[in-house]
């Protein structure tokens, strides 16, 4: 059953819809897009903690109804180098790690990558994260957010290189924070108001997309 609110309905008319979005409801009312807010360091004192409770504090204002939105830390799950031979005692932790990851990351319609740029690229943690992954995220959508001295514009031109190959659309708009004027001492989040703008439209493209893409799952 599809359910559009009366203001989406009234505001579509007057201005057209290119930016809203029609979230569909189960019948009972629940949820039924989850969107996975990825914390793409394991860095300890990382940059990406900060940075991801923003994105996620900036999503759930968005009071985007039927969307349900979760920080997940990379840094939560102890993955071990996808085909390292590992000590025997190491193995039933790195087993359940791995299963835990796939199954979370299983679970979302959508995704926010939140990653740095290491070396012009994204992290080797997150990278090797993503090669565990393929059924768990094919047909889905992500958008991005970054930091570095470009933003991490060139650790996303990557992630979506990746991506491609786990078949996940990359949306247009990512959100890039300057190391030098959103953070204090490179370490404190202090972000730039004019920042929202691309939040909002990278939300909106990622929500349209995710939704889409659900119906040919
Ligand atoms: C090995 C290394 C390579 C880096 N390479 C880049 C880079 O190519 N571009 C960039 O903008 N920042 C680069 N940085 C800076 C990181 O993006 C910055 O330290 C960021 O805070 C790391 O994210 P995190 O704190 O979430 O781990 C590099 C940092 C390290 C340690």
Redesign the pocket.
Known sequence: MENTSIISRISNALFGNKNTTTITIDEKGKTTMKIGII?????E?????A?SEWIHEFAEKRNDGGIEYEIVALANYDLPLLGAKLPEERQAAAGAAIQAWSEKMASFDGYVF?T??????V?GALKNALDFLKPEVADKAAGFVG??????A??HENMRVILGELSVATVHTTVNFS?MTD?EN??NFVPNDYHAGNATAMFNELIKWSGALKTIR
Not at 39 to 43: K, L, N, P
Not at 45 to 49: E, K, P
């Open positions: 914390s793409g360091s394991v860095r004192g990382r940059n990406s903690a940075v939140v740095p740029e290491y070396n012009h690229a992290g930091y570095g001295s470009l933003g991490g060139r650790a190391l953070f490179m370490s």
